[in-house]
């Protein structure tokens, strides 16, 4: 069983930075692909971005621009989620999903491609 454990969120002012944290623990295997997600009341799981434990390929969605980024530490079974210049737009249940084998360009942000889910951790960008 693998199992996925978000924390790192809260609340910011607009234009602020955070970081999300999301240790992996498991029989997760050697080649996956971890996903960051978020949603907010009333909308649709988005997708933010990935990144494949493998060969370290980084999908991210372009709405972002620029001011999130994802990163893996192997060693700690960890992936991240920074995040700058935050807008209330912002303001969201972020979640991260591990899928079994690589994802790609086309399917990184589809939720239904993602075989494990953290709770998640609240983000709260007001002033």
């Known amino acids: 069983q693998v199992q996925l454990a978000e924390s790192g969120g809260g609340s910011v002012q607009p234009g602020g930075s955070l970081r999300l944290s999301c240790v992996v623990s498991g029989d997760t295997g050697s080649r996956n692909c971890m996903g960051w997600f978020r949603q907010a009341p009333g909308k649709e799981r988005e997708g933010l971005g990935a990144i494949n434990s493998g060969g370290g390929s980084k999908f991210y969605n372009s709405s972002m621009k620029g001011r999130f980024t994802i990163d893996l530490d192997n060693s700690k079974n960890t992936v991240y989620l920074g995040m700058i210049n935050l807008k209330p737009e912002d303001s969201a249940m972020y979640y991260c999903?591990?899928?079994?084998?690589?994802?790609?360009?086309?399917?990184?942000?589809?939720?239904?491609?993602?075989?494990?889910w953290g709770q998640g951790t609240q983000v709260t960008v007001s002033s």
């Open positions: 999903a591990l899928a079994r084998g690589a994802c790609y360009f086309n399917t990184y942000d589809v939720p239904s491609k993602y075989d494990y």
